[in-house]
């Protein structure tokens, strides 16, 4: 491994974020989550409640209202008040009627980035105020809220929130995923994020596992296809390609990515998008070996969360680093210790339980050892014979494999080398750190 200094590639960017504030599009609050969209300074999250509490638009007045309960039910589940988060998030689910989500008008799917697209230019760092410059139709903000609403509420699967309003958000996604436009994909990547954080990995769109976003930079500007990720979604993407790769044991992948987003896509100055990235390239780096250096990074973790009392997403990774995040963050802030404490006792349990209850409702079928190391071989091409030598074992022995595995896999007898890999990567639902 060789290690190279690129602190000096490129500059962070000053965003002028506190003079911005005032200054923030409407758009940004009508999000999925306008406490991410909108917490562009550390400090900022009550000057930013104030100020949409105040907003006024007589277009839509429900939309504003919304976004304040949205806003609101975000930043009580970022402080850890999750009594709050859970009744203000089911509220507004229930509230937005799916009516409400139509959209003014179609357009067929986005689905993964596709090469050789005209590139619209968009100027770094900023990619979240290009939306604009793409042709899409507007889209209702009810439908996004809900989606808010939907994501949220699967954030708090981890925190005892009923299976009922679970299966119902998981629902709504599921069916806005297969629609047109952006929030197709706003819905796809916070499916993939949920299923993630408990640990099912089998349903992550492939465009996210190979972090393929279709998105450029020449110059000062990011250029975005007709089939790239949307302006929109380009922090969520790569967020959640990142702990994709994290979530698989390819911690220099995941690494890589983190580097790539701060430092060739520009993607900084986003509160609570920093600090994710801060804590994966922590984790990344403990994995690594490197524990000065992720001590260093949950340092700038906790200082970017720490003034407006974001300690819940402290409390879901003090797990990972022994100790040593919640002493960080003790001598930061005696208070957000506590609450730190608080959400993370119990919370790899109540990860595995959500795991296990997931896989159960699945009907997942787990594959033995020897019969994953065979299916493997005959996905690679690999005849019976071929097999036994490889593995050492006997040619009938072979057979009796790939016969329980077939059954296991839903695969019939004669299924091509490709489909067998399909659905090889359809059963490994588990993410690496659950085994």
């Known amino acids: 491994m060789i290690e190279v200094d690129l602190r000096e590639l490129m500059p962070k960017a000053v965003r002028g974020a506190q003079m911005r504030l005032v200054h923030l599009p409407v758009p940004l609050y009508l999000g999925e989550n306008p406490v991410s969209s909108t917490l562009l300074a550390p400090g900022t999250a009550n000057a930013t409640q104030k100020k949409l509490a105040r907003m006024k638009n007589s277009q839509d007045v429900r939309a504003i209202r919304r976004a304040k309960v949205l806003y609101d039910a975000w930043l009580s ?23 409400e989500t139509v959209l003014s008008a179609k357009r067929g799917p986005v689905d993964k980035p596709s090469a050789g697209s005209p590139a619209v230019p968009v100027e770094a760092p900023s990619a979240m105020e290009a939306a604009a410059s793409f ?8 439908l996004f809220q809900k989606l808010g609403a939907a994501y949220l509420i699967c954030c708090l699967a981890r925190y005892g929130m009923k299976r009922y309003y679970i299966d119902s958000a998981v629902a709504y996604m599921r069916r806005l995923k297969e629609g047109p436009s952006r929030s197709a994909q706003a819905a ?15 349903d992550v769109p492939a465009w996210v596992k190979e972090a393929d976003f279709g998105v450029g930079r020449v110059g000062s500007k990011l250029l975005f296809g007709e089939g ?3 302006p929109d979604n380009l922090y969520a993407a790569v967020l959640a390609a990142v702990q994709y790769k994290n979530y698989q044991g390819e911690y220099l992948k995941s690494l890589m990515l983190v580097d790539v987003a701060e430092k060739v896509l520009g993607m900084q100055s986003v509160v609570v998008g920093d600090a994710y ?11 690594l070996g490197y524990s000065d250096e992720a001590d260093a990074e949950l340092q700038r973790a906790v200082e970017l969360v720490r003034r407006d009392g974001l300690w819940q997403i402290m409390g879901e990774f003090s797990g990972g680093f022994g100790g040593r995040l919640l002493s960080i963050v003790e001598e930061a802030d005696g208070e957000g210790a506590a609450i730190c404490r608080r959400i993370s006792e119990g919370f790899f349990e109540r990860v595995i339980q959500s795991h ?10 787990v594959l033995t050892a020897q019969e994953l190391a065979v299916m493997r071989l005959v996905a690679a091409g690999l005849k019976n014979a071929e097999i036994a030598e490889e593995l050492h074992i006997g040619a009938e022995t072979v057979k009796f494999h790939k016969r329980n595995a077939s059954q296991k896999l839903g695969t019939r007898p004669r299924a091509t080398t ?18």
Request: charged share 30%; proline share 3%.
């Open 77 to 99: 589940f970022y402080r850890g008040n999750i009594a709050a988060a859970q009744e203000e998030a089911i509220h507004l689910f229930e509230d937005i009627a799916e009516n």
């Open 135 to 142: 042709d899409d139709p507007p889209e209702a903000p009810a």
């Open 188 to 202: 796809s990547i916070d499916l993939a994020m949920y299923e993630m954080s408990i640990g099912i990995m089998s």
């Open 228 to 230: 790239s990720v949307h």
């Open 277 to 287: 990235f801060a804590l994966y390239r922590a984790l990344n780096q403990e994995a």
């Open 356 to 365: 296990e209850d997931e896989k159960g409702r699945r009907g997942h079928k």
């Open 418 to 435: 490709a489909e067998i890999k399909e659905a090889l990567d359809r059963n490994q639902i588990s993410a690496e750190w659950v085994s």
